[in-house]
T-cell receptor, first 114, second 109 residues
């Protein structure tokens, strides 16, 4: 049982480059989320999708875009990376509307922008 | 604005009991969650409270007082593997999760 798979697990990227973080889940969850986690701050929601074909903006969406073409995949794209986007990125999924409160997280993607 | 407060770091002794507090101010309330996160790993779900009172699950218990905007996570019979960060999160009126910065718990032998 894979759960949620993220790729890459770690990446160093030059500023200005385009980068896509991949996220795939095999639990058939309706909702998927992208968070970033920075030292001393709580998880911050970047974008979310409550169901395939729909997406929404979270707390910190600027500089990021997402798509949800099907139930399983939810890629996050940085169009032109900047150093402030250096962070650990977590993809998560859940049943919508999150009745039990359980988010299932991927193992994270550590991104460094130089 | 919305705010979740937790202590940054706590230290406890193996075998002892520790209580991690969380206070919140949010736009509405639709449940409070605790997650555990070991260093370098993903968060994992521990507990969910939506009504006032204590929820017990093995060595871990979580308490909620909605009128006080307060919760705590109680860990009993501490083990070295309990060394981790503990994240408090509140679901607001729009069903979005607001996260605290987490409490790093250090267990000493």
């Amino acid at each position: 049982i894979a759960g949620i798979t993220q790729a890459p697990t770690s990446q160093i990227l030059a500023a200005g480059r385009r980068m896509t973080l991949r996220c795939t889940q095999d639990m058939r969850h309706n909702a998927m989320y992208w968070y970033r986690q920075d030292l001393g701050l709580g998880l911050r929601l970047i974008h979310y999708s409550n169901t395939a074909g729909t997406t929404g903006k979270g707390e910190v969406p600027d500089g990021y875009s997402v798509s949800r073409a099907n139930t399983d995949d939810f890629p996050l794209t940085l169009a032109s990376a900047v150093p402030s986007q250096t962070s650990v990125y977590f993809c998560a999924s859940s049943e919508f509307p999150l009745n039990t409160g359980e988010l299932f997280f991927g193992e994270g993607s550590r991104l460094t922008v130089l | 604005g919305q705010n979740i407060d937790q202590p940054t770091e706590m230290t406890a002794t193996e075998g002892a009991i520790v209580q991690i507090n969380c206070t919140y101010q949010t736009s509405g309330f639709n449940g409070l969650f605790w997650y555990q996160q070991h260093a370098g790993e993903a968060p994992t779900f521990l507990s969910y409270n939506v009504l006032d009172g204590l929820e017990e699950k093995g060595r871990f218990s979580s308490f909620l007082s909605r009128s006080k905007g307060y919760s705590y996570l109680l860990l009993k019979e501490l083990q070295m593997k309990d060394s981790a960060s503990y994240l408090c999160a509140v679901r607001d009126k729009d069903y979005q999760l607001i996260w605290g910065a987490g409490t790093k718990l250090i267990i000493k032998p």
